[in-house]
């Protein structure tokens, strides 16, 4: 018998989503639980989950951008659920990964492919320095740091010299002046890097999460997510579309 594949998918960060192409039953496989990795699914077969169906089937196609993009494009469903507390906390969240993949990127990856030393253990050791140094850090000091990186053209040489930066981290934490930021070559990027030290999308984040239990309009999330995705997707492009599994074997 040849397996069905499903003609209807959704991916999103968390989940990946296929109807039954036997009793079109609207399963949902969650990345962590029920398919146990990250990775892209290609040709997957998955059993559905209606308990009178259960028939195997194929997903072809997936979707995984990297995180923050994916967390953007999740928005889209939660809109059009009215979730718009949960968009905002996406949003904002989006920020905070790109912040982190930027700093790993360049204190990790790239450091560690100039060396050609292929020291696995200390990759790993700096990585947990890294992932500690920044663990409770708020947003506002994730977004210094990645700005001042860029107006100060912080680079590392080395994994030893990541190692130094990271224990002087919080030296890159202080909010840059618009001077520092408009002296930035690039105008385009400069601009973007402007807007990106005036958003306001983490306090309306602080709003809903904090006692206040602020409840934003669609009006607040569509104007977030617009300054998000012009922001991020524009300093992305810049910056050379800064994507991890270009650096990791997966
Ligand atoms: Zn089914």
Not at 154 to 177: A, F, H, M, R, V
Request: aromatic share 12%.
């Amino acid at each position: 018998m040849v397996i069905k594949k499903s003609t209807e998918t959704r991916s999103t960060y968390e989940n990946v989503e296929a109807r039954c192409p036997y009793c079109s039953y609207w399963n949902i496989y969650n990345r962590a639980s029920d398919i146990k990795n990250f990775k892209l699914l290609i040709e997957k077969i998955v059993v559905c989950q209606s308990s009178s169906c259960n028939f195997k089937f194929l997903i072809e196609k997936d979707l995984i951008n990297p995180a923050w993009q994916m967390l953007i494009l999740d928005c889209e469903v939660l809109k059009q659920r009215k979730q718009y507390s949960y968009c905002i906390l996406n949003l904002t969240q989006s920020f905070e990964m790109y912040f982190a993949l930027f700093l790993r990127v360049e204190l990790l990856y790239k450091p560690f492919g100039i060396e050609k030393s292929y020291n696995e253990n200390l990759l790993n050791k700096i990585s947990d320095l890294l992932f500690e140094s920044t663990r409770k850090w708020p947003f506002y000091l994730l977004r210094n740091t990645f700005i001042n990186f860029i107006t100060n053209k912080i680079k590392s040489n080395g994994l030893e010299q990541s190692n130094s930066i990271i224990l002087d981290l919080k030296l890159y934490s202080s909010e840059p002046t618009n001077e520092a930021i408009k002296s930035i070559e690039d105008n385009k990027l400069s601009d973007l890097i402007l807007r990106l030290k005036n958003t306001q999308v983490n306090i309306l984040r602080n709003r809903i999460i904090h006692k206040y239990g602020y409840r934003p309009t669609v009006e607040e999330v569509e104007s977030s997510k617009d300054e998000t995705e012009q922001i991020l997707f524009g300093i992305d492009y810049c910056l050379g579309v800064l994507n991890e599994r270009r650096y990791l074997y997966e």
